[in-house]
């Protein structure tokens, strides 16, 4: 069975799925969700129909994007091929019978809801979209559909935290051009000209700002539980520690979905 977390204020059905309980194998084991990933599409597709029949749709309901790290959203009203979605990174929906999965490794999947569950959305927020705006845009693109911002909940799932999440001058002097004040996200790392990201912290903040009236941040860290999430730094560091195979090693990604109630 698909293993999901939820966020129990989020009025919509919903799963931020974890990597257990799909039929994968290697290092892709075993919930492995995403279409680009190297491993078998048959496996993908049955992976995905799990998710899609654990929240009580048929398979061809469960829509996806090619993600970018951009800020486009997409309002969808009708369903598109497996592997077809547009280049964007949030989709919003107020249609029964479709449902809005986001596919992550590290960057954080968020969930929208609006008060009745009847509107919602899903969001990819690296840090490179969170800056850019892809949660305002979201929470916009809801609106537009009738959604109140003070009535829509949010919930910001499993995604690499802070202590996980050490980074450089570049990526701080981008979020502190856009606002000073986010200087507040930033711990001191463990080496010199280095900091640690608070990446969900700064997606709660932006949600906040853009008016969102309940924001939940679930605080599962996917580089730390390998158990449960694929980690694309986890990778990472191993490859820089020269762990056998890790320059070569393929990565799955698990899903976040969400459905009008």
């Not at 398979?59 to 969808?76: D, I, N, Y």
Request: proline residues 5%; negative net charge; glycine residues 12%.
């Amino acid at each position: 069975m698909a293993e999901a977390l939820t966020a129990d204020a989020l009025p919509a059905p919903h799963g931020f799925f974890t990597r257990r309980g799909g039929v994968s194998n290697g290092p892709f084991s075993s919930l492995n969700c995403s279409l680009s990933s190297r491993d078998d599409p048959a496996a993908v597709m049955e992976n995905r129909g799990l998710v899609a029949r654990s929240l009580g749709i048929e398979p061809a309901g469960l829509l996806g994007l090619t993600q970018v790290h951009g800020t486009h959203v997409v309002t969808a009203t009708t369903p598109w091929a497996a592997g077809q979605g547009e280049k964007a990174d949030a989709m919003v929906t107020d249609r029964p019978g479709l449902a809005l999965g986001i596919v992550t490794a590290d960057c954080a999947p968020v969930l929208f809801a609006d008060a009745g569950g009847r509107i919602v959305g899903a969001a990819h927020a690296g840090w490179r979209g969170a800056v850019a705006g892809v949660l305002d845009a979201t929470v916009a693109a809801m609106i537009a559909l009738g959604a109140s911002a003070a009535d829509i909940t949010a919930a910001v799932g499993p995604c690499i935290g802070q202590a996980s999440y050490e980074v450089g001058a570049d990526l701080r002097d981008t979020v502190l051009a856009r606002s000073a004040g986010d200087s507040a996200f930033f711990a001191p790392g463990q080496r010199d000209g280095h900091w640690q990201f608070d990446l969900p912290g700064y997606c709660a903040a932006r949600l906040t700002d853009a008016g969102v009236g309940h924001v939940i941040v679930t605080g599962f860290d996917t580089l730390a539980d390998e158990a449960r999430f694929f980690s694309h730094r986890r990778r990472t560091l191993a490859q820089a520690r020269g762990q056998t195979g890790a320059t070569l090693q393929p990565i799955g990604h698990q899903i976040s979905v969400i459905r009008p109630a």
